[in-house]
């Protein structure tokens, strides 16, 4: 399906808004990418515009194989990362990708890094909403998938918790589920509990960007971006992930998606014992865990070797399961 024909049906579902035309379609690499808007309401009146990108092939006109939303991390946004990720898909796997801007996060609106009104609302809710919609549209019988990083993993888990039904696979990629336990101290969290009420803007530990990768190539131009956020985590957005990762688990038991997680094991952000207990205690019968030696949080990315290893086993774990869903 033609991307313009799905941009069209989209505004039925989500209030879909044209964007500038001088940042509409791109191909590169056999691959097209739109950007489109939508509107989203939320609680007590409030209204948000959301960034968000699709990508396909440019000459195919068939239906695709699958479908594969992205969920990125917190102070980050559908970057450059994403895009080469995002076109290695469509074109190893036939699928369609979709993704957009959390609320507070690269061209979608919403105070700076700051969540209004809880986790699950904010974040987890526009996701949902993305995903039905465009599963609506591209085909309601094709595989979804869902991948996230960082904070857009934990999003993800969320999200299959609430709607089991939409996701044919999860993949997480260095999930928050565990904080660094120098973060999470118990001063940390009565702040950041007192605060989100009295200061909610007051900016906590400020995250070292050089934990990112060990490629410091491309690290350096990320501390330079300004579409990222470079400051610390705010106090109401500190304390409701604090919340929405205290809920999830106890509620590990309820996950039953067939789901890939990936971390590193010098990942100083968010840590891999997270990831491993959470892969112990969830229900589903088809679950991997993939531990990159060395690697530090963002695998997309890491150093080449890394990178690529990541990409690949994604790429083939998507391949194994749209060909058992056919």
Partial sequence: MLIANVLAKLNMSLKFVPVDSSEGVAVKDGVKSDRYNFNMDFSKGRKELFAARIWSKADKKDDPKGLVFLSHGFAEYINDAYDNVARTFVNALDVVVFAHDHVGHGDTSGQRAQISGSFQEDLVRPVLEHCRAQKAILGPTLPLFILGHSMGGLITVLACLEDSDLFTGAILNAPLIEIDPSLATPLNLFLAKWLSFFWPSKQLDKLDENDLSRDKDKVAPLKLDPKRYHEGMKAKQAYATLLAMESLEKRFKDFKTPILI??????????????????????????????????????????????DKVVEEEVNWIKERIQQSA
Avoid: C, M, W
Wanted: charged letters at 35%.
């Fill in 262 to 307: 990936q971390h590193g094991s010098k990942d100083k952000l968010t840590r891999p014992e997270g990831s491993q207990k959470l892969h112990d205690k969830i229900s589903s019968e088809d679950k991997i865990i993939t531990v990159y030696d060395s690697a530090f949080h963002n695998l997309f990315i890491e150093i080449k070797d890394v990178s």
